[in-house]
């Protein structure tokens, strides 16, 4: 069968390139081997958001009585936990499914293998082999747990992030390698749960990519929380023979033994590209990405690649904008390459933590004379009533134009505000015109206004 379009790969990506691509009069398909969605529905975004908020739901129980309500007792029961993030995934899936049809899109099931001609073989779970050609492709095949090669994931012991959304039941320890958004996250579950976690990270900061203060609070913040944070440190081996896991970790002050009952993997992702033809059809790639232009083409015509498979941000997020830019210039619509300088990422721990621009860092190592503005949520209203003072804004501007380079946020919501940072850099907006950009009160946001005010020291309420 012929068509415009056929999509590999039905995550954030490929589903939303799917749609813009059907809506702009395309004849698609898309081919899944697994579940409508991908891994950020069913196996990553949606269903470790519901684990995390059945644990903000525990901690708010569990502290009740500091917003003057007494609670007798409450056990977290952890089977039902899964279970719910689980329903979660599933309904979201089951809307995706909608959405094909809705937009008459033909769902292809099986495993594809890209073939030279615009052509692929889809190979169904019966074996059956079928040839499908398309004046244009799209590979979004995503991604998976990345391993090392001194912790080999055994699915029990050692574990990726999709082990640790389906536990059988909650372990009494747990060390976690790497700080990342997916270990950091995972750090807060299980503590929240009632788990000894320890986060063993080999850079010197927990969630190393953002602003070194953001970095600290939260570092502050875990270990107030009981998680132990070993930063500048590497786990060497992990000894799986007995009942538990002996994990040896190298730290500047020398190796020590961490016993635990389960090893989290969380280190990274790795690009699913093997076996899929790229070779077959002369795709070029490099360091386990494929290479595309600005617009999402491969070396050879009529292939295109999207998302966790190509060069820049592994998010969801960037994978639909990356996939909607395809499409439209598929379609011949005029398109802007995408700003990957201006793309946020969340960590959806507690405290929650976004970003988006340059770090302090980084601002200053490109040259820029820059003025800094930071507000704490100690002296916001909204965060003393709702009971989450902890975290604050942090605004980065460039002394001489007074645009936004950079903000960081850390503390309760922060993931809902950051977007506004992000229109503020896109519309190019200054930091003058911010604060005078009326802010709702009483509310978290304006730490946003305020942050930007002491930046030019006109902050109000601190």
């Known amino acids: 069968m012929n068509y415009d379009l056929i999509v590999i790969g039905s995550g954030p990506g490929g589903y939303v390139a799917a749609i813009r691509a059907s809506q702009l009069g395309l004849k698609t398909a898309i081919v899944e081997r697994s579940e409508l969605g991908g891994i950020c529905l069913n196996w990553g975004c949606i269903p470790t958001k519901a684990l995390l908020k059945s644990a903000s739901v525990f901690e708010y129980i569990n502290h009740a009585a500091d917003f003057g309500i007494t609670v007798k007792s409450a056990d977290a029961d ?4 899964v279970k719910r993030s689980r329903e979660v995934a599933n309904g979201m899936s089951n809307g995706i499914q909608f959405l094909m049809k809705k937009n008459k899109i033909d769902v292809i099931k099986g495993t594809a293998t890209l073939k030279a001609g615009k052509k692929i073989d889809v ?3 019966d074996g059956k082999t079928t040839e499908y050609a398309a004046t244009n492709i799209i590979i979004a095949t995503g991604a998976r747990s990345r391993e090392l090669p001194n912790l080999p994931q055994d699915g029990k012991k050692i574990i990726g992030y999709r082990e640790a959304m389906t536990l059988p039941k909650l372990p009494k320890k747990m060390v976690i390698v790497g700080s990342g958004a997916i270990g950091s996250e995972f750090a807060y579950f299980y503590n929240a749960m009632g788990v000894d976690v320890t986060i063993v990270e080999f850079l010197p900061n927990i969630v190393p990519l953002e602003d070194e203060d953001v970095s ?18 590497s786990v060497e081996s992990v000894d799986t023979k007995g009942a538990g896991c002996k994990v040896l970790v190298k730290t500047k002050k020398g190796d020590e033994t961490i016993e635990c009952d389960v090893v989290l993997s969380a280190v990274g992702i790795k690009s699913n590209i093997e076996n899929i033809g790229l070779e077959q059809v002369g795709i070029i790639t490099d360091r386990d990405k494929i290479i595309v232009n600005e617009f999402y083409q491969t070396n050879i015509p009529g292939y295109h690649a999207i998302g966790d498979v190509v060069p820049g941000h592994a998010l969801a997020h960037v994978a639909s904008a990356e996939g909607i830019i395809c499409v439209e210039k598929i379609a011949g619509v ?8 201006n793309i946020p990422g969340c960590t959806y721990c507690s405290p929650e933590v976004a970003s988006v621009g340059m770090t302090e860092k980084a601002a200053l190592e490109k040259g820029y004379e820059i003025k800094v503005g930071k507000f704490p949520f100690s002296a916001s209203g909204k965060a003393s009533a709702a009971g989450h003072k ?3 804004v942090k605004l980065i501007f460039d002394a001489k134009y007074g645009e936004l380079l950079g903000g960081h946020l850390i503390g309760y919501n922060v993931t809902e ?3 506004e940072l992000v229109a503020v850099r896109k519309l190019e907006t200054t930091g003058h015109e911010l604060i005078k950009t009326v802010h709702p009160h009483p509310t978290m946001s304006e730490a946003i206004m305020e942050a930007a005010a002491a930046a030019y020291g006109e902050v109000i309420h601190m």
Do not use: N
């Open 216 to 233: 600290k609070q939260l570092e502050r913040s875990f270990k107030k929380a009981g998680i132990k944070v070993m930063t500048s440190s």
């Open 390 to 392: 902890d975290g604050f």
């Open 417 to 419: 505000m950051v977007a």
């Open 78 to 81: 952890f089977p039902a936990i």
């Open 123 to 125: 190979k169904s779970d």
């Open 334 to 341: 005029h398109v802007e390459p995408l700003d990957y300088g």
